[in-house]
């Protein structure tokens, strides 16, 4: 049954208590038994995101001029990100809400200048299939075509793929760095080349590790130049909400330059209720996420985010040697951050996760090869010997014959036999419909 308002007012701790019970069956992210969606460090880090988010909870970002707080810390956050990725002065972004925002401004941007400075009506934008579907769902949106290039089997995109894929309507290459499925950062030195050769725009989405990979690298780790270091990046995302450990949502888009920022930007001039500029896609925009993604920044400042980087990385190279130990299993590709996948040839690795959920676990399942998803937090390490010992028992009884605990393992096997796209997306969209249903 549809639920109605209810008639009359309610006690605060009466509904607060209903709330809390509410959360009985979520992922239980607080005790590191999830891998995605909570980028959890401790209670007092959390007590600060709270505190800092509640000071600004009813400002609202879209006029700076009615709150110049919000300007200046937002100001302050889009620098202190251009640095880290080697920015000079004539780099300019904005925050938005969250990586799939920074990366529809950009597109858009992308189409806006291939229709002023090239006279292109329809732009194509060229990104690896490893790329985030926020960008299929940019070019949806933006009436842009989206070209896929093939990976290479290092899992990086191939960028023999990418030069055959451009055509005098091509705007923009795509690079991630690194993409979410395997961890892996693209050619973006080539890929930027590439682009820059034949007078394109070259985007890098760093919303996954833009915050981790300048730590990883100052702790000495091998990562790539991915950033304004590199001749030919004109654009980048980057998620303050992710391994920024800021409160959701926030994230940064930033531009080479202001020209290029001016293409994102919206303005309306003939609205009876006045004048109207707006910077991204939403009009509000939450004050308390631009005031807790301040806050984080100077509170932990570089040598938190250091720590944070050393405890992670360490976590995710004990998990990739206890994984790739356990007989079956195989972490894919070499993973540069606390992000990586593993697969099986010899278990079904859906029927896996099915079991290790019943012990409290959840893993994303991927495809394209099916294999399993682990996004490392500062909350993993405390866990990691008691994940793969159960990763360990139920790989074993799968392997020994064992039936599978019921879960989503026949759902993914149905999917995954379906020739005609179409058809599968007609399924999701069914999922959806059944997910948001009034009852």
Known sequence: MPKSLPKSKRAKDDVLAELRQLRSEDARWKEGRTFSLVYYVDDEHSRLL?????????????SPVAFPS??????????????????DDDVAGTM?????????????????????????????????????????????????????????????????????L???????????????????????????????????LCHVDACLGGLFLPFAKKLGRDIPPFDFSVPGVTSMSADLHKYGYSAKGASVVLHRNR?????????YSAWPGGL???????????????AAAWAVMHYLGEDGYLEHARRILATTDKLIAGINAIPGLRVLGAPEVGVFAFSSDSIN??????????????????????????????????????????????????????????????????????????????????????????G
């Open 166 to 200: 451009i055509t005098p309507n091509t705007a923009m290459i795509v690079g991630s760095a690194p993409p979410y499925p395997h961890g892996v950062v693209d050619p973006i030195t080539e890929l930027a080349a590439l682009a820059q050769s034949r007078g394109l």
């Open 259 to 267: 020209a290029l920022r001016r293409h994102q930007f919206y303005t």
């Open 349 to 438: 690795v859906y029927e896996l996760a099915d079991a290790m959920e019943v012990r409290g676990w959840k893993l994303d399942r991927q495809q394209k090869p099916p294999a399993l998803h682990c996004m490392i937090t500062p909350a993993h390490e405390r866990i990691a010997d008691v994940l793969l010992a159960d990763l360990r028992d139920c790989a074993s009884r799968l392997a020994a014959g064992e039936p599978a605990p019921e879960g989503s393992a026949a759902m993914y096997g149905m999917v995954g036999a379906i020739p005609d796209q179409k058809q599968v997306d007609g399924f999701l969209l069914e999922f959806l419909d059944g997910v948001f249903d009034r």
């Open 70 to 87: 919000l300007r200046r810390m937002e100001a302050e956050v889009v620098s202190m990100v251009a640095g880290l990725f080697h920015g």
């Open 96 to 164: 938005t809400t969250g990586g799939t925002e920074s990366i529809m401004m950009a597109v858009k941007t992308a189409r806006e200048w291939a229709r002023g400075e090239k006279g292109i009506a329809r732009p194509e934008i060229i990104a690896p299939s490893s790329v985030h579907p926020a960008f299929e769902k940019a070019a949806h949106y933006f009436d842009v075509e989206l070209r896929h290039a093939a990976t290479a089997p290092d899992l990086r995109v191939d960028v023999r793929d990418v030069e055959r």
């Open 276 to 290: 109207y500029a707006s910077p991204s896609m939403t009009g509000t925009r939450p004050g308390g996420a631009i």
């Open 50 to 62: 709270k505190e800092a988010y509640g000071e600004y909870m009813a400002e609202n970002g879209l």
